[in-house]
């Protein structure tokens, strides 16, 4: 479910990246010369009731600060649209989970719906790994506020690697990102959806996982699990969710004799 956009700069954003690098994968820039990222959740339902993975960025709208190196403009606000366009209301979201504690992922659940003084999702309780929020400080490196966590803390919920957290749904830490990052796996009917939110940021990095973003904490620990995730999302039975994969955030992995690509799925 769409939110907004953000741009991200190639260079400050994948930083190991060369002139060379983006003349061979020019296809993955805009006419501005950044790469697409989206913004968004995932809807997952079991008969009536509803999961949301991460909430977006919220109604925000920022301009291009060219003397940030990473970031260009960022635009968000659609995500309870998107909702209502699925026939759901936010009070029926029993849960979100959180993928880490960056503030496009946690929007809608902390800032005030539109004529209201509460988030959007009033009977959801907040999901994040243990050690996710054990460190949440960490996150304040990255532009999250303290109004943003203490607008979260009374409703959340740590949750453990391998916990089903609803059914068919279960987390599996991916540290690198955050100190907490988490993905999740949904299982049905012999199919299974990695939503593996910030592990990967852009479908360019399925042919470079070794292409680590400028906001992971961890450079080598991000780039571990990035090639972790590249070959899971190999299997037969397996479709990737990248929140941040500009139009195409569903996908599987290919390969070839040079090279493993993205694939999109409607």
């Known amino acids: 479910m769409p939110d907004g956009v953000v741009q991200l700069k190639p260079y400050g954003w994948l930083l190991e990246t060369t002139e060379q690098d983006w003349k061979d994968n020019a296809a993955f820039l805009d006419h501005t010369g950044n790469l697409v990222g989206s913004i968004g959740a995932l809807l997952v339902e079991y008969g009536e009731r509803a ?129 907490g990052h988490a993905t999740y ?23 470079h996982p070794e292409w680590f973003a400028g906001s992971d904490l961890d450079s080598v620990e991000s780039t571990v699990q990035r090639q972790r995730l590249v070959n899971e999302l190999q299997r037969p039975d397996t479709i990737g969710f990248g929140v941040h994969f500009a139009d195409v955030v569903f996908g599987r992995v290919t390969r070839t004799a040079t090279s493993r690509n993205w694939v999109p799925v409607a």
Do not use: C
Not at 191 to 197: D, K, N, P, Y
């Open 51 to 179: 999961l949301l993975i991460d909430a977006g960025v919220g109604p925000i709208s920022v301009p291009d600060d060219p003397e940030n190196p990473k970031i260009g403009s960022i635009r968000g606000g659609e995500l309870l649209d998107s909702l209502a366009k699925l026939g759901r209301r936010p009070n029926e979201i029993e849960a979100v989970a959180f993928t880490h504690l960056h503030l496009d992922h946690l929007g809608w659940a902390w800032h005030p719906a539109p004529g209201s003084e509460r988030p959007a999702f009033t009977e959801a309780d907040y999901l994040i790994s243990e050690p996710e929020w054990e460190q949440r400080h960490l996150s304040l490196e990255q532009g999250t506020t303290d109004e943003m966590l203490a607008a979260l803390a009374s409703r959340v919920r740590t949750v453990r690697d391998d916990e089903e957290i609803f059914p068919g749904v279960r987390v599996a830490l991916a540290p690198g990102h955050t100190f």
């Open 185 to 207: 796996t949904i299982t049905s009917g012999g199919q299974r959806l990695i939503a593996f939110g910030d592990a990967l940021h852009s479908s360019v990095q399925i042919r």
